[in-house]
């Protein structure tokens, strides 16, 4: 009897009867490395993390680091993670694949998707006893973001892709659970999210285009998974109650607020929240894919989870009310809408809002940054290790490199030509640390002064 390709592959898993570990939050001082392929060599989704905890714990000084490179299996991540991975000094790893490791060649190479995830179990062994050999890091095993194999579009289908990634996330969740590691499942949250939408729209895909590599929503819903992973679904910026009538404030959470002055038809208070409001960057985009940061809202609650600021006057008169904040409106409401609550990290125009951009925008010019060097490193995991020049960074390499017709090396060029100095890596690693600082500096909340005043009857 013949057996399928899928049946093969279970004989290279193994039935262990242990626990994952809690995936804890980022502490203060961790550097956390995601090691990965090309979806995390794109920096998108761990500078989103970042960006959280950056907002969100602006005195807990944490490190989200970018550890891809594009078209790895795990197998190169193994090869690269002594000369690559722990010169970043990190104290968490997150291991992540199966994207590569799954092939593409489809339903009629059977024998060669047995070989590919054969290899790619032998070598995760590989990976795991190094990790097992740094105490002084803690590993996690996070499964891939999905293959779109059911979305209606016109670009090809490597059919049963999805079915040996499932056993790749197979291996992955009993590896952690053997090693007593946490585990972080992507893979079958975003397909059920997929599936879902796609029986009331057959064309939309989770990832935008292209079937493998997500756009800015997708990587979001990534980042997001991986918070709630850590137990931070739900932590609010602030919630704040006033009864207005009783000039009491109810609730204060995660905020100091002080009242200033109250009454059935006018509140103003202090307010200092511990938190920033996650910013949002509409221009967010990558190559080739038109997905939108918003898009992620079609299918993920990202707001429900993470981006609520909340703001409740109980008991004011009826009629229409403007929200002011340090002399600036911000909107206008009626007293029902105060009464049930609204949630102030919706409003762009907000001092917190904005000042929360400001993080945002110096954390975007730093994953920029930290991009050029990851297109170094590819090119010596990619290029030259194979021909036993790893980091020659001589002429004579760059000259090899720059004459080489594959298109992948080539397009890395325009960063290599510079990056193989020394010193202009330095100076790039410099500049990033000159943005974290100065994102630590900035992200602090501040004190406000919150009023809800009348609408002047026209």
Not at 69 to 94: K, T, W
Not at 119 to 140: A, C, N, R, W
Not at 301 to 327: H, M, S, W
Request: hydrophobic letters at 35%; glycine letters at 6%; charged letters at 25%.
């Amino acid at each position: 009897m013949k057996l399928s390709s899928t049946t093969c592959l279970l004989f290279f898993l193994l039935a262990y009867s242990s626990f994952a570990q809690e995936l804890k939050p980022f502490e203060d001082g961790d550097r956390a490395v995601f090691l990965g392929n090309s979806i995390t060599h794109a920096g998108f989704y761990e500078s989103y993390i970042w960006l959280y905890y950056m907002t969100h714990f602006p005195d807990r000084k944490v490190y989200v680091l970018n550890g891809g490179s594009g078209g790895d299996v795990v197998g190169q991540m193994n090869a690269r993670f002594e000369d690559d991975i722990l010169p970043m000094d990190p104290n968490i790893v997150i291991l992540t694949f199966g994207m590569n490791d799954s092939g593409y060649l489809g339903t009629d190479h059977p024998e060669t998707a047995i070989r590919s995830v054969k290899k790619s179990y032998h070598d995760f062994g590989l990976i795991q006893e190094k990790l097992k050999s740094h105490p002084e890091i803690t590993p996690v095993i996070m499964s891939s973001s999905p293959y779109d194999e059911t979305q209606r579009a016109q670009d090809k289908v490597f059919k049963e892709k999805t079915e040996i990634m499932k056993k790749i996330t197979d291996l992955q969740e009993k590896a952690a659970e053997k090693n007593h590691w946490a585990y972080v499942d992507l893979f079958h949250p975003m397909m059920e999210m997929n599936l879902k939408q796609q029986q009331k729209d057959p064309t939309y895909s989770i990832l935008g285009e292209g079937r493998v590599h997500p756009g800015p929503g997708g990587y979001l819903i990534m980042a997001s998974l991986f918070l709630k992973n850590q137990g931070l679904a739900g932590k609010p910026i602030a919630d704040v109650i006033v009864d207005a009538q009783n000039s009491e404030i109810e609730k204060s959470e995660n905020a100091n607020v002080y009242l200033l002055d109250a009454g059935p038809d006018k509140v103003s208070f202090g307010y200092k929240a511990k938190s920033l409001p996650f910013p949002l960057d509409s221009t967010e985009s990558t190559w080739g894919n038109p997905q939108k940061l918003r898009d992620a809202f079609i299918v993920y609650p990202f707001t429900a989870e993470f981006n609520r600021e909340l703001l409740r006057i109980k008991n004011l008169k009826q009629g229409n009310y403007k929200l002011v904040i340090d002399g600036e409106k911000i909107a206008e409401f009626p007293s029902d809408s105060l009464n049930k609550g609204i949630n102030m990290a919706m409003f762009t125009n907000t001092p917190q809002y904005k000042q929360a951009m400001n993080v945002m925008f110096l954390n975007k010019q730093r994953k920029e940054i930290e991009g050029k060097l990851r297109e170094y490193y590819w090119v010596q995991s990619n290029y030259f290790r194979d021909k036993g020049m790893l980091y020659e960074d001589s002429q004579r390499a760059y000259d090899m490199a720059s004459r080489e017709k594959e298109g992948f090396v080539g397009s890395k060029m325009g960063v290599y030509r510079t990056a193989r100095f020394p010193e202009v890596r330095k100076m790039w690693e410099n500049n990033q640390e000159t943005l974290i600082d100065k994102i630590y500096e900035i992200n602090k909340p501040k004190l406000h002064k919150i009023e809800i005043i009348p609408v002047a009857a026209k």
